[in-house]
Each structure stands twice: as structure tokens, then as C-alpha cells.
């Protein structure tokens, strides 16, 4: 079995913990493992021989591989790079594709990388079940066994039972609130995890007959495929021309061979944060308080603290998350609108949408400390044996001083070598490289200033990690 995690999603439900450049999946917003870390754990858990196949974008690459470095270096299958989204059908087909070249009639496990599942037990039986089903050329969903009636899940609507799966009837849209308690009160009605289990094959004789020209784009741009470092690369313009869309409505729903296995394993999507309060532990307030929070008079509440402390006082149902640029406070019932005010950001230019202070890179990372006209504040952490691109800037001198570890600098023609409390200055225009040739991370504060700050202002010659 290949265990093929789709990890493309940006996550704005959850701003502002979860930003595009780093989003929900890579956060440990559940447990102290990061959303995607307990997926891959979730698959490697089914079988010793299970595998696993990570499809991710240009963008999060690099996350993820160090999350399959540390997790499962001996049995990751590879890390697919999607040019642009094109929703999760074209997306699977990809990893169909890869797993039929050695076993066409591999079973494919796709999985989400930002779900939460409680029970891994039960989840590992679902699992079994639907591989019979699987292997008898069944293309299987999991459905998870409702406990409310709940309007932000599409359903699956079983049918003739065949012992451990049933067939599927009918995949319904999102109810109203009626029509969700209609469902509930029915039974026979599941909730559509957007998990899935079938053989490559039968995937991609699926795929064909459904959508063949999504199919025939997906075969294109996989001939076209390039290794590059730990990542395979697909031809960008024929992947392009792939049509959008899910693999519910392209395939599930139209396919005569979708069963559902029933599944009830303590299943969140965590689309909202409504969804993080409802399926952590409370307190005897009705609370779900993480990190520094002191309250009073406070009941019905999620509050989330990344740094400071957070004091409440009179509130009834709200959710407040602070980080280190943000803090949002809403009303609990109007968290799916958080993605309104996101917009806003968006539209004003800001960037608190995309990055966090802190920013993740596959050197390491960089924070920002104090910005003002003309000067700009940074705190870099250099991973032992990683290297910064050779690189110049047009608007903007840097002056670097070494907090912990060691530097090696080279600015122009000259190599420096850097310890603690010693410091170096990079002209405007002069190329240069960092790298930490020690055993420990190199931390220093980056000092720059200039006419023009922006991240864009960076001329690479050469790049340890084939960025452009």
C-alpha cells in the first residue's frame, strides 16, 4: 500500500496561526506533532510495508520533506511537485501514474494532510476492510458516523450493504441545518471524510473513462517528469492545461464501483476554529485554552496564545488566538468568516496573510524583530551544514552578527569565518553566500538597510536548493 498524502492547501480558515507559506498541515495546532507529522505517522502505522507519497506544491516542498526525512527517510516513495493547484483529481492521477509504473495494482491510500483522527485503532480496521474492497477493483471512501447534524460537511448518502462497506448512493452537498437534522434523524447518512482507497488502475481506467481529457493531460505532463533533488518535477504547460477538479465530482460520483466503509475514529477535518474548540478537552467552563491565558467569568471559549499572555474577562463563546504580528477575537458561531477579513488583508497590501514574522526556509529560518524607514531588524537560524544562495542585492547593505555558532562568509572575493560576537558587513551590490559549517544551528542578527527592504530584492547565482 502507498500511502499518498495531499499536502497543497493553504489553510486560511485558521488564519492567523495557519498563512499560506506555512499553513495549518505543518502546525502543531492539535497535539505537539504538527497536523501533517501525525498523517504520515497515520499511514506508516497501517503496515511495516506501507509507504509513503507526499503531493505538495513549489512553495511548501521543502516542509515536507524534512517532515518525511525525519518521519519515514526509508520508506518515503517520493514527493510529487504539482505546478499549479488543479484541485485533488488531477492531483491523484499523478500518484496513480507513479505507483502503476512498478504495481499497477498498487493500492492507493490518499489522505488529507491536515485532518485529525483520534483513534488510530479504528481507523487502521476501516482500513483493512476497505482493502478487500479495494483489491476487488472497488474505489472506496470513508464515511465518518455522525454525531451532530452538522451543515460544513458534504454526505454520503450508503446503500445496499455488503457487510463491512455498502455501496454508495448518492454524494450530497453541504445541508442546511434542517435537512442536516433530517439526515441524522434518517441514519444511513455519513459524513464525506475526503479520505480514499483503490488500486492505481482502477483509478486511472476510472479517471479515463470519466474525464478523459484530464486524464490525458495528467499522462502528458508525467512523461514530461524531471527529478530535481528529492522531487519530481511534471511538465508545468501540460499540467497546466488539466481541467480543475475533484475527485468527487469527476470520479466518486459518476464511477458505479464507489462503496463506503463507515468510519468512526473521532474524525475533524479542523476547517474552523469552532472545530478545534469542539474536539479538544474542555474545561469546567467549557473552555479550550492553549499556551498563556488567564480568564474570568469566561465560558464557551477558544483561546489560543503563541507568545504573550492573553487575559479574558466577561466573554461567552468567543474565539481569540494571539500571535506574534496578529490577534483575532470573534464570536465562535462567525469563525467561517474569518476568510473576510483575510481578504482584507489581502486587499490592503499587507502581507500578514502570507508569512508569519517568523518564515520558514530550507536553510532555516528568519524572524523579524524591529522595522522601521530605511532599516529593517532580523533575527537568521542557519541549519548545521546549510547554506544560504549565493546571492547580491541592488537596494540594500546587510551587517551580520553571530549570537551563537559559526559563520563561514563569503562577501566578494573573501572567505570569513565567523564565532560568537564577531560581525562582518555586506556592501550594497557585493555577492555573498552564509553557511553554518558547524554541528549546532548558527544564530545571528541581520541588520539591513537601504532604500528598498523588500524580499524580492535578492539576484541568485547560484542555489543549493534549485530555487530561481
Given amino acids: 500500500m502507498l500511502a499518498v498524502i495531499l499536502s497543497g492547501g493553504s489553510g486560511t480558515r485558521l488564519w492567523p496561526l495557519s498563512r499560506e507559506a506555512f499553513p495549518k498541515q505543518f502546525l502543531p495546532v492539535v497535539s505537539d506533532d504538527s497536523l501533517l507529522a501525525e498523517t504520515i505517522d497515520r499511514g506508516l502505522q497501517l503496515d511495516e510495508q506501507v509507504r509513503v507519497l507526499a503531493i505538495t506544491n513549489e512553495e511548501h516542498r521543502f516542509v515536507v520533506a524534512a517532515h518525511l526525512q525525519a518521519q519515514a527517510p526509508e520508506r518515503t516513495a517520493g514527493i510529487i511537485l504539482e ?28 489522505m488529507p494532510s491536515d485532518h485529525v483522527l483520534k483513534n488510530n485503532d479504528a481507523f487502521r480496521q476501516a482500513t483493512a476492510e476497505g482493502s478487500k474492497a479495494a483489491r476487488a477493483g472497488k474505489l472506496v471512501t470513508f464515511g465518518i458516523i455522525p454525531d451532530a447534524p452538522h451543515t460544513g460537511y458534504g454526505y454520503i448518502k450508503s446503500g445496499e450493504s455488503h457487510g463491512t462497506y455498502q455501496d454508495v448512493a448518492a454524494f450530497v452537498e453541504k445541508p442546511d441545518q434542517a435537512t442536516a437534522e433530517r439526515y441524522l434523524s434518517e441514519g444511513g447518512y455519513l459524513w464525506n471524510s475526503g479520505m480514499f482507497l483503490f488500486r492505481a488502475d482502477r483509478y486511472i481506467e476510472e479517471l479515463e473513462r470519466q474525464q478523459p481529457a484530464m486524464m490525458a493531460a495528467c499522462r502528458e505532463a508525467w512523461s514530461q517528469r524531471k527529478a530535481d533533488m528529492d522531487f519530481t518535477r511534471v511538465g508545468a504547460d501540460a499540467f497546466k492545461q488539466c481541467p480543475d ?27 474552523s476554529w469552532s472545530a478545534l474548540w469542539d474536539i479538544q478537552p474542555h474545561d469546567e467552563n467549557d473552555n479550550v485554552c492553549r499556551g498563556d491565558v488567564i480568564t474570568e467569568d469566561v465560558s464557551g471559549s477558544y483561546i489560543h496564545s503563541e507568545g504573550r499572555l492573553i487575559a479574558a ?15 483575532l477575537v470573534a464570536d465562535r458561531s462567525r469563525v467561517q468568516d474569518v476568510k473576510k477579513l483575510v481578504s482584507q488583508v489581502k486587499a490592503q497590501g499587507r502581507s500578514e496573510h502570507r508569512f508569519h514574522k517568523k518564515v520558514h526556509r530550507p536553510w532555516g529560518t528568519y524572524e523579524g524583530v524591529a522595522t522601521g524607514e530605511r ?13 544560504l544562495s549565493l546571492q547580491k542585492h541592488h537596494h540594500r547593505a546587510e551587517h551580520w552578527v553571530v549570537v551563537k555558532g559559526t559563520a563561514t562568509v563569503n562577501r566578494g572575493d573573501e572567505v570569513l569565518l565567523l564565532t560568537e560576537d564577531q560581525s562582518t558587513y555586506i556592501p ?13 544551528p548558527l544564530e545571528l542578527i541581520e541588520v539591513q538597510t537601504g532604500s528598498y527592504l523588500g524580499e524580492d530584492d535578492i539576484v541568485r547565482f547560484e542555489d543549493t536548493y534549485n530555487r530561481v
Fill in 83 to 110: 505546478p499549479v493547484g488543479r484541485n485533488t483529481a488531477p492531483a491523484i492521477a499523478l500518484a496513480a501514474l507513479a505507483a502503476a509504473e512498478e504495481n499497477p495494482e498498487e493500492l492507493l491510500l490518499v
Fill in 245 to 271: 477538479d475533484s475527485i468527487d465530482y469527476a470520479v466518486m460520483e459518476k464511477t458505479r464501483d464507489a462503496v463506503v466503509v463507515p468510519l468512526d475514529a473521532g474524525w475533524s477535518d479542523v476547517g
Fill in 313 to 327: 474577562l466577561g466573554l461567552t463563546d468567543h474565539v481569540i488566538v494571539e500571535t506574534d504580528d496578529v490577534v
Fill in 375 to 387: 532599516f529593517q531588524v532580523k533575527r537568521i537560524t542557519v541549519k548545521p551544514g546549510a547554506s
Fill in 428 to 440: 550594497l551590490g557585493v555577492t555573498h553566500r552564509l553557511t553554518n559549517p558547524g554541528v549546532i
